[in-house]
């Protein structure tokens, strides 16, 4: 497999804010990279600079072996970016957006109007292309906007955080959009702060918090490597919770410890295949009373809480609300700074 | 869909080096004119708001001050007004490169634009050429206000030539002012007002509506000095069929000194633009 898109070493600073300390990875062609990270983790900042977008202050990026600070220009003529906000012209069609689009890729007017026929198509546009984008839907106008950046036919497809915003039919859509992108071989590298969506997406996960990449693998590896699968059970009486933890110390992988309900021990083990009978047995044994027995297989939530000992939601409410800007934020800082 | 289509529609083209040159810019800035081109008809209210402040400006000085206006040289206030006021119109016309600037940046366009293989200088030449387009719009029915309430051309059709061509190469160059400001201020808002406001003082603290020998030494002076005063007495000169002097030369190197620095300035500050 051919390597499309090298980061290496990315540093970034804001005034005194450090977006990015040092990040590295790779996409694969044909791969779909899942960056996944909470708000004000980097992910923007890094696809900034892929996108050329943004100079790093130290580190090297590359779009099919094309450095992208030394030749942006080449660089740019390879890519298509989708950003978190649909960058769609309001004022005119979709159609007319997808053509001004591929004219300024160079291509012919009768190539782009072409292409940009062909795209409304295929993204289920086409009774919507002669409309003006101002009444379209969140949904339509990201849509038209992931269409604008598959115009040229790029190399690589960056889509930044791409169902920010959306309700959740809107983001069914846009995943299965994806979904059919990615299954017809586009390169992708897609940012989200969405554990599920990285899960169902990506082939391969990196998880960057604080500007570091934490951890990298498939969905799987991740969530074997942070100690995979659990065994819930929930006691009938509180008094059993120390014993019973105790007792299942054996099985485990890690601490059984004991839910803040109080009544709830929480088994990692390392395959929670054939758990469940086993610990019915092991309790029945001691005579200890269970409301409920559960197999878990991990989520990347639970990853994301070993990795980083805080949910991706709560680090979203740490930096203020959960708003989609923080790498914005800190950039706009910079600019104020200059 | 089948894999051959999807093929086709997805695998990425085989391509040269990236087109460059003089054509390509000058290419490239016209695609980006024609996409403010093309919605200029369908928000016709922009123009309409962009020509009634003038209008009322007109009514305002040639009816209510004009009466009590008396300026050195010239009988018929009309005929000195009107230059100022063409003057005063195309310069206030410029704004609107900012907010359309801002307005992009604002929408996560410029983020895009930015990212493509284009000359990024067409962004900003396609903007401010397409605002040539729609002060020429307003500068017509500005014309067509004067003549109804009794301006006329005296001077020759090579003069009033001159003169229009003078007032549309100093708008253009306080575009890429007004270029600079879209692209730095946070917000549409903050580039409209920022747009606007020093415009007042620029354009009053001159020899727009009065003649500046009326005013305090101190404040005639600076009138005298202001660029906006060249280029109005200059038009004056050339509509009403007077000589002019060396106004129009000095106007002319006005515009092209404030638009090559600022045309600078407003790339410069382009390349490091952010969408918000």
Redesign the interface.
Known sequence: MTVAVVAEGLVKRFGKTEALRGVDFTVERAQVLGVLGPNGAGKTTAV?IL????KPDAGTACIDGIDVVREP??A????G?T??????????TGY?NLE??G????MSRVEAKARGR??LE?FSLQDAGSR?VGGYSGGMRRRLDIA???I????VLFLDEPTTGLDPRSRLEVWDLIE??V????TTLLTTQYLDEADRLADEIVVIDRGVVIARGTSDELKRQTGGDQVEVLLEDPADAPTVIEMLRCHACGDPHLERDDRTVILPVPDVTGMVPQVVRDLDTRGIAVRDVNARHSTLDDVFFSLTGHTAEEVAADDGGGSP?DD?AA??QE?GV? | ?S?AT??Q?????D?G????GLV?LWR?SW??A??HL??MP??PELLVFATIQPVMFVLLFAYVFGGSIEVPGYPDYNQFLMPGIFAQTVLFGSAFTGVGLAEDLS???I????????YPMAVLIGRTMSDVVRNSLTFVVMLAVAFAIGFRIEGTLAEAVFATFLLFAFSYAFSWVQALMGLSV?SVEAANSAGFIWMFPLTFVSSAFVSTENMPDWLARVADANPFTIVTNACRALYNGRDAGNDPWYALAWAVGITVVFAWLSARKFA?A???
């Open positions: 900034r996108t050329t977008l943004l220009r080449r740019r003529a390879r890519i970016l950003g978190q906000y649909a960058a769609v012209d309001e004022r005119l007319e001004h689009v004219r300024l890729f160079h062909e795209l295929r003006v604008m950046s598959l040229a036919r790029p190399s059919e992108l299954r017809g071989g586009t800007t914005d950039e706009r600019a200059r | 869909m894999t999807v093929d529609v997805l695998t990425p083209s391509e080096d990236v087109p460059s390509w490239d695609t980006e024609t996409r093309r919605a369908r928000n929408k996560g366009l983020d895009r634009l930015r990212s493509l293989p284009m946070g490091s952010a969408s918000r």
